[in-house]
């Protein structure tokens, strides 16, 4: 499984707005492009579903900027990443639900399902219907979002001295 750049940059956001040495300062989106070498202009859309979604407060006015809307410790990384990733399609018997009613965790966890190919699409792959690999990549990314479900971004943010140094120089 390979996370999209969206993902990684939005991660990135949070952990340096977790780290920030002086929290009742604000940020904005070019300390952070910055400080990671990366595009403003991409990082702006990230930063805006970030608020959309709650963990990024931002404030309006002169003196405004960017701040983490909760507490590392109440940033679940496999949450976030569910919210965010645009889709978990491993293999093209994957599929991704069109409703963002569907981004909220079902049963399994995972906002995919296995498509059913012989319903209004012809078949990508002439062994889908009897395929068990289809299967086996679902336990292992099920797995994977488990493993990260785990974890907080306190949890990554543990040698908060070591990244301030290397993002705020």
């Given amino acids: 499984m390979r996370l999209t750049n969206y993902s990684d940059y939005a991660l990135r956001s949070l952990i340096y707005l977790a780290v920030r040495p002086e929290p009742p300062l604000l940020a904005n989106i070019s300390d952070i492009a910055n400080s990671y070498g990366i595009s403003k202009s991409h990082l702006t859309k990230i930063i805006h579903q970030l608020g959309q979604l709650g963990y990024i407060e931002s404030v309006r006015g ?63 792959c002439v062994i889908s219907p009897v395929c068990q690999l289809k299967s086996v990549f679902f336990e292992a990314l099920t797995a994977f979002i488990n493993v990260l479900e785990r974890y907080t971004l306190a949890d990554v943010i543990n040698n908060e001295e070591e990244l301030a140094m290397l993002l705020f120089r």
């Fill in 62 to 124: 002169k003196n405004g900027g960017i701040r983490l809307a909760r507490a590392p410790k109440d940033i679940n990384l496999g949450v976030l990443i569910k919210q965010i990733e645009p889709d978990f399609d491993l293999v093209e018997c994957f599929a991704t639900p069109i409703s963002s009613d569907d981004r909220h965790p079902r049963s399994t966890g995972l906002p995919i399902t296995l498509i059913d190919e012989t319903v209004g699409r012809s078949p990508g």
